[in-house]
């Protein structure tokens, strides 16, 4: 498929196995949303081509991991006095109770619940915007263990034939202002994670083995502004070689930050404003691609920079319809994207011209996928995927409906899709 499989060595994503039968992290074996599949299905509905179609209780935004047999995903249980969370004078939803947060495991076969986990009660936790879910961030899952990650409310590892819990983190706090959002990755048996919040910012590394802190990085970023709202992030962050060394790539509000994964140190940091990070970088031909957040600007950066990086070596910038929660997928010459707003666009991946831009409807939140030469996005409320060609001029292929939306990003494995919507887990597949 093109150089995808060139792509998977010199992206080096963070990940633990580049199987084409596991899915193991937030985008895939390799990081950037590229699947190693054969024979995918390109129409499907309620009644063609869904193998199984399993409910999931609670709420949670969480993507499928795959490892073997087993699909991992998150989700949390809301609890309110009245159990009846409505709106208020400011047209926001009151903090519950409490939380439950949840591990479940999917046979990936039958599409039967195996697990269904509480992992912990969470009593008057932080508030979480209805838009968002307390289960948003994606788990990663490896050989024998899964760990899984709720944004301050508490990180675990769990083993994943027993369900039993192998540790816990419940002292890393932030206050999200708006519900957690960065997903953990893993690498050299460390397992990094995000806290970019409303009152304290920082990267932290813990041992898989134990739990225990490696290092712990203050941000340190001089903002802008005063208002305090404009401080959080919702980043995954990536590990790219350059030059011959690892470098964790964390964006954050106002600023992405590369660190050395095994110490912490900072390598670069490179300020471009916006605030609500969320697009996971990408890196292909010696740039390192970026997202403003919130305003929606799409940067290339010229790799190899040492402290404060120049506007010089900013190669090129958009200033228009770039997304600031789908992330970005590289394919060979080509960078494509997905607005929130649903304006998807073909760039060339050097210099930024703009090869097309086309209107696919809706809104959007999860980020696209390359498999078969084809690109899969689902929109977050109409329950449709749209399909088409990963090409310098835009082909539709096919556009499918759900009967609800997707905010979290599928996993491709196999012959199959296996799609999280708002209220079910599915397996897409050809019968």
């Known amino acids: 498929m093109r150089n995808c499989f060139t792509l998977m060595f010199v992206l080096c994503a963070a990940t633990v196995s580049p199987a084409a039968d596991n899915w193991p992290q937030f985008r895939g074996p390799t990081g950037d949303g590229h699947a190693v599949t054969k024979g995918l299905p390109t ?7 869904v193998r199984w179609k399993t409910p999931i209780h609670g709420k949670g935004w969480s993507s499928p991991v795959i490892w073997g047999d ?37 046979d990936k076969t039958s599409g039967k619940i195996v697990h269904d986990i509480l992992l912990r009660k969470q009593d008057q936790p932080d508030y979480c915007h209805s838009y968002n879910s307390y289960g948003t961030p994606t788990p990663v899952v490896e050989e024998g263990r899964v760990y899984l990650h709720f944004g301050s409310h508490g990180t675990f590892c769990i083993d994943s034939k027993t369900g039993k819990t192998i540790w816990e983190r419940v002292d890393l706090k932030c ?16 397992i990094f994670l995000t806290f970019d919040g409303y009152d304290q910012q920082y990267v932290t590394a813990l041992n898989t083995k134990d739990g225990t802190t490696a290092w712990k990085k203050d941000r340190i970023i001089k903002y802008t502004s005063t208002n305090a709202d404009l401080y959080k992030a919702y980043s995954t ?8 060394k690892l470098q964790l ?22 300020h471009h404003g916006g605030m609500n990070a969320a697009c996971k970088p990408v890196y292909g031909h010696n740039l390192i691609f970026l997202s403003s957040g919130h305003t929606a600007n799409v940067l290339a950066l010229k790799q190899g920079g040492k402290g404060m990086i120049p506007k010089e070596d900013i190669v090129w910038k958009t200033i228009k319809a770039g997304p600031s929660r789908p992330s970005f997928l590289l394919v060979d010459d080509l960078l494509f994207t997905v607005s929130d707003n649903g304006f998807a666009s073909c760039v060339d991946a050097k210099t930024g011209t703009q090869h097309w831009q086309e209107r696919l409807g809706g809104a959007f939140c999860c980020s696209p996928t390359l498999a078969e ?3 899969y996005i689902s929109d977050q409320d109409l329950g449709k995927t749209h399909v088409f060609a990963a090409a ?4 539709p292929i096919a556009v499918n409906s759900l009967d609800a939306g997707c905010m979290a990003t599928s996993a491709f494995v196999g012959d199959a899709i296996y799609m999280r919507t708002k209220t079910h887990l599915y397996c897409i597949g050809k019968k």
Not at 43 to 49: A, G, I, L, V
Not at 175 to 190: A, C, E, M, Q, Y
Not at 249 to 269: H, L, V
Request: aromatic share 10%.
């Open 43 to 49: 129409k499907w509905s309620e009644s063609e081509n």
């Open 237 to 244: 962050p990536s590990i790219f070689e350059i030059d011959g």
């Open 373 to 375: 030469g084809r690109i």
């Open 392 to 395: 310098k001029e835009y082909k």
């Open 175 to 190: 206050d999200h202002f708006r519900g957690p959002g960065s997903s953990p990755i893993i690498r050299d048996n460390l």
């Open 70 to 106: 087993q699909i991992w995903l998150t989700t949390v249980k809301e609890k309110y006095a009245d159990d009846a969370p409505k709106e208020n004078a400011q047209k926001k939803i009151p903090r519950p109770d409490y939380i439950e947060m949840y591990a479940i495991c999917v």
């Open 249 to 270: 790539i964390s964006p954050s509000a106002e600023a992405t930050i590369a660190y050395d994964p095994k110490s912490g140190d900072e390598i670069w940091r490179v």
